[in-house]
């Protein structure tokens, strides 16, 4: 299949190559760019908190540029929303990483039943724009917690011919929606085309990005059964 990755460049080649590798033929339109703040990231963990929690592998990145400034806090439980995210903080130093399953809501769920033993709150070191599911988790369940925005996703501007080439020539068999951003950031650029990609999938991470996709297009939707690269690779 003609399969078009939205997700940042980094990341998105590392995908590419792995369709390259199911035979599919990837068409890289990443659709943001992460821009850093590691000065926020440090004035926060110089404040006081019990515990980290990051619902994106972003954030990790962003923590690892402070180098050695991070030292003191390695050894600091750090809640990840999911496996990829946990391996990414492990793989950064941490020592007591405990991941999610997948989902903010979910990792609000795990960081409730440690409540008890946070003696400050929990700093959440978050991306901009992002999902409200994790910090109405936190609110609902009582738990009292900081934001740090220490990144955003930068949308990226791309002209008409462009998208027309990577969406049509020839038309794409599906598309791989990772947040509820991207999702919104490509019906934008897939509007004008949508009568020629009546037919396209669109591969979603979770019910949470499906939301975005306009009811029309439901039929077309396949929601990964875990919220990961893995689940959403199994939709192929």
Known sequence: MRVVVTRPENPARRTAERLQDLGHEPVLLPLTRAIHHPDAAA?????PHSALAVTSAEAVRVLSALG??????LGQ??????ETTANAAADAGFRDVRAG??????????IAGYASRLDAPLLYLAGKPRSPKFEEGLHGKGVAFAVS???????IAYDETFVRGALLD???DAVLLYSRETARLFWDFAA??????????LLCLSDNVAEIIPREFHRNIKIARH??????????
């Open 43 to 47: 004035a926060s963990l110089a404040g």
């Open 68 to 73: 050695e400034r991070l030292t003191p806090f």
């Open 77 to 82: 439980t750090l809640y990840a929303v999911g």
């Open 101 to 110: 399953p997948g989902t903010g809501a979910g990792l609000a769920e795990l």
């Open 149 to 155: 925005e220490v990144y955003e996703m930068a949308p």
């Open 170 to 172: 020839p038309p794409a």
């Open 192 to 201: 004008p085309h949508l009568k020629e990609l009546a037919s396209m999938r």
């Open 227 to 236: 919220p990961d690269e893995e689940g959403i690779f199994a939709l192929l």
